[in-house]
């Protein structure tokens, strides 16, 4: 249904995807114009609710906010207020966010929701992966991106860089994945096992090993001093919480999904096109990073 002030939430505001829509529901809300439907999700009550997490990434209070969207005033000054009443996000997590926030509903724990959401729906006519694409298709809004390539045959695995020691990027170390095997690739190094074209890569800021840096707020090279004096997975863990910081719960769900998604409909889409060139397999073959290192490395992909 198409509700005239309410934009798609991939719109962003200040770099953020969603905010701008959370006001226009605010705004609505008040004036009498927001359907049934909506309200239940309004505010901050549901934590599972978009509104809900979007004001704890922001810090913000749902009510101090819709007090000020309803007096009205320019978005990126209402985006201004919410950073100077509650937290300004770096660059980086805008894009963990926005990441999050836009790949909601594939493969995670609320795409059973989303199915049956899309059957009730009845749009047989596009393809809707995420509930920021079912909120476009039931507000008759045109998609944003195109249908996957189609999945290979089964069976696909190569296993061209096996190697002994180092666990798949799925595994997880207190809830946070990648990080084991970042701990693998230092250990790995130091034994002289790690191929000399991974060692070049091993700690890239821009990389898996750059991010889970970030989540953690360590350095790399510390982080590298301290495993190598034979720390076991648990030490090395608490040496990074105390050392950098412990992320809640939510932070990590939010990095994992982040990470774990990684290629799929973001800016890092090109360079898994090229590395499935390079291994000479064709698109779609995997989606994400982690199904290439998974698919690469001679394990069965989490997903296909």
């Not at 301290?226 to 990095?255: C, Y």
């Amino acid at each position: 249904m198409q509700i005239h002030g309410l934009r798609s939430p991939y719109e962003q505001v200040g770099g953020l995807v969603y905010f701008g829509r959370m006001i226009d529901k605010m705004r609505l809300h008040a004036a009498g114009m927001l359907s049934v439907e909506y309200q239940p999700l309004l505010g901050s009550a549901n934590p599972r609710s978009f509104d809900g997490r979007c004001c704890r990434f922001l810090q913000i209070d749902y009510a101090a906010l819709a007090v000020q969207a309803i007096q009205g005033g320019p978005d990126e000054a209402l985006f201004q207020w919410a950073c100077s009443h509650g937290r300004k996000p770096s660059d980086t997590e805008a894009e963990v966010w926005n990441a999050f926030m836009q790949k909601r509903g594939w493969r995670d724990e609320s795409s059973g929701r989303l199915r049956e959401q899309t059957r009730e729906l009845g749009r047989t006519d596009r393809v809707v992966s995420t509930f920021f694409d079912y909120f476009d298709a039931d507000e008759e809004r045109p998609p944003r991106f195109p249908a996957d390539p189609p999945p290979p045959p089964s069976g696909l695995v190569r296993g061209a860089a096996r190697i002994p020691g180092l666990r798949s990027p799925w595994d997880k170390l207190g809830g946070i994945l990648h990080f084991g095997r970042m701990l693998d690739k230092i250990r790995l190094f130091h034994q002289g096992r790690l191929p000399r074209a991974w060692v070049e890569a091993k700690g890239s800021v821009p990389g898996f090993d750059g991010a889970c840096c970030r989540l953690l707020q360590i350095d790399h090279e510390a982080l590298e001093r301290e495993t190598v004096k034979g720390g076991s997975d648990d030490q090395m863990l608490e040496w990074a919480f105390t050392h950098g910081r412990n992320p809640s719960d939510e932070e990590i769900e939010i990095w994992n999904d982040y990470v774990s998604k990684r290629c799929w409909r973001d800016q890092f889409t090109p360079r898994l096109a090229i590395r499935l060139e390079e291994a000479d397999l064709p698109l779609g073959s995997v989606l994400t990073m982690f199904d290439y290192i998974d698919l690469d490395e001679g394990r069965s992909p989490m997903f296909r």
